[in-house]
């Protein structure tokens, strides 16, 4: 299937740990990107790549960094785990914007929990 | 900064026709998108303007005022599968930054 898929689905950890989630696309995209969904059910942008280079990097405590090992892949791993980083994280990819309008395809996403 | 309001919740009625509206404060407007979101599932793609006008796509359409900073979501022949959040989201800049409204959630009833 052709699609952009998360690990893990749930993430279960205490506070202080350090968590990582793993994204990858088959869709060829060229652009992905990292949102965080609130229990308010507000989705908001945290980063971008484009080709394995940082091109959106919103205001989050850097605890949070971004990896990009290649465009089909985009890991996000957190330090010292915060009851407030308890919210759903979802992968999403767009192709290039010359290709298209743009539209963002998004993973099933990872839901965290911080206890 | 960019300011996008949507109402929060509405109700309508199965076989009913509904229109969700979103007003946008942003500059650089390059283009809205609608996405749908079903409870504990990923957000999907409905439809996009970026010029003044409808979009038609089958029962759903999505229109434009950029002077007006609005738009709206039609839902035509209702379903209850239709339940679901709906998020508006505004790209500005060169690049392929959304920023979303916190979402509508609608309720399709008998």
């Not at chain 1, 893990?8 to 202080?16: D, E, F, R």
């Not at chain 1, 942008?45 to 990896?67: A, D």
């Not at chain 1, 308890?86 to 992968?91: E, I, L, P, R, T």
């Not at chain 2, 504990?40 to 003044?52: H, I, K, R, W």
Request: glycine content about 8%; some cysteine.
């Amino acid at each position: 299937d052709t699609a952009v898929s998360q690990t893990p689905k749930y993430l279960v950890t205490q506070m202080g740990n350090d968590k990582s989630i793993k994204c990858e696309q088959n869709l060829g995209h060229d652009t992905m990107y990292w949102y965080k969904q609130d229990s308010k059910k507000f989705l908001k942008i945290m980063f971008s790549y484009n080709n394995k280079e940082l091109i959106i990097n919103e205001t989050v405590p850097n605890r949070f960094s971004p990896k990009s090992p290649d465009k089909a892949h985009l890991n996000l791993h957190i330090n010292s785990l915060e009851l407030g980083d308890s919210a759903v994280y979802f992968c999403a990819s767009s192709p290039s914007r010359g290709d298209s309008q743009g539209e963002q395809f998004f993973g099933p996403g990872t839901r965290l929990t911080v206890l | 900064g960019q300011n996008i309001d949507q109402p929060t919740e509405m109700t309508a009625t199965e076989g009913a026709i509904v229109q969700i509206n979103c007003t946008y404060q942003t500059s650089g407007f390059n283009g809205l998108f609608w996405y749908q979101q079903h409870a504990g599932e990923a957000p999907t793609f409905l439809s996009y303007n970026v010029l003044d006008g409808l979009e038609e796509k089958g029962r759903f359409s999505s229109f434009l005022s950029r002077s007006k900073g609005y738009s709206y979501l039609l839902l035509k022949e209702l379903q209850m599968k239709d339940s679901a959040s709906y998020l508006c989201a505004v790209r500005s800049g060169g690049g392929n930054k959304l920023t979303f409204g916190t979402g509508t959630q609608l309720k399709v009833e008998l």
